[in-house]
């Protein structure tokens, strides 16, 4: 409540998600704790760009916007929680970098945009492995390091069957850092 409070925006509760495909996962939320401390892990820069594959309500969306990063972008497929989200970027309290909401698929993105992919559990295997190819695809029509930080990773089988990315790092649920989702952290790999 405090940070819904500070910040300007409502982000909290559940929500269903519809799917002609059963692939997309319903609406929640991680705590603030979590997302400032997956943040703070990524010591992103002027340059990155995050992208919120799911993005909901906007809770990630908006605390990545505070960071100094150059733009902020938010990937969801439910025009209700789309129009939520944008409510909410345009409610923010505080200055943030450019902040873009797009009502799309995720594998419809253009994937040569973006330096941070962050999902949390958004949609199913098959939905995952098509966004993982367009990701691939992306880099490779603009070279980059890209990272990839999946929360509650159920389908974390997918990312490590992607011979282009290596798992750099694991918390573990219930660890300090992640009390309450495993997280996989992700990045491609780089021809030196």
């Given at each position: 409540m405090f940070w819904e409070y500070r910040l300007g925006i409502t982000?909290?509760?559940?929500?269903?998600?519809?799917?002609?495909?059963?692939?997309?996962?319903?609406?929640g939320t991680v705590p603030y704790r979590t997302i400032n401390t997956i943040l703070n892990?990524?010591?992103?820069?002027?340059?990155?760009?995050f992208v919120d594959l799911g993005c909901g309500k906007g809770r990630v969306l908006c605390c990545a916007s505070l960071r100094s990063i150059e733009k902020t972008i938010g990937?969801?497929?439910?025009?209700l929680l789309s129009a939520i989200a944008l409510r909410n970027v345009e409610a923010l309290r505080f200055h943030h970098n450019p902040i873009t909401v797009l009502t799309m698929e995720a594998q419809d993105f253009d994937y040569t945009v973006g330096t941070v992919y962050y999902l949390f559990h958004p949609f199913g295997p098959g939905t995952l492995t098509k966004v993982m190819k367009?990701?691939?695809l992306g880099v490779e029509c603009v070279p980059r390091l890209v990272r990839i930080v999946y929360v509650n990773p159920v389908h974390n089988?997918?990312?490590?069957?992607c011979s282009w990315l290596i798992e750099t790092e694991t918390w573990k649920a219930?660890?300090?850092?992640?009390?309450?989702?495993?997280?996989?952290?992700w990045q491609n790999k780089i021809d030196s």
């Open positions: 982000t909290r509760g559940l929500a269903g998600v519809q799917s002609a495909d059963d692939e997309h996962i319903h609406y892990h990524l010591q992103m820069g002027r340059n990155d760009v990937i969801e497929c439910s025009p367009q990701i691939q089988s997918v990312l490590q069957k219930g660890e300090l850092r992640s009390p309450e989702h495993t997280v996989t952290w």
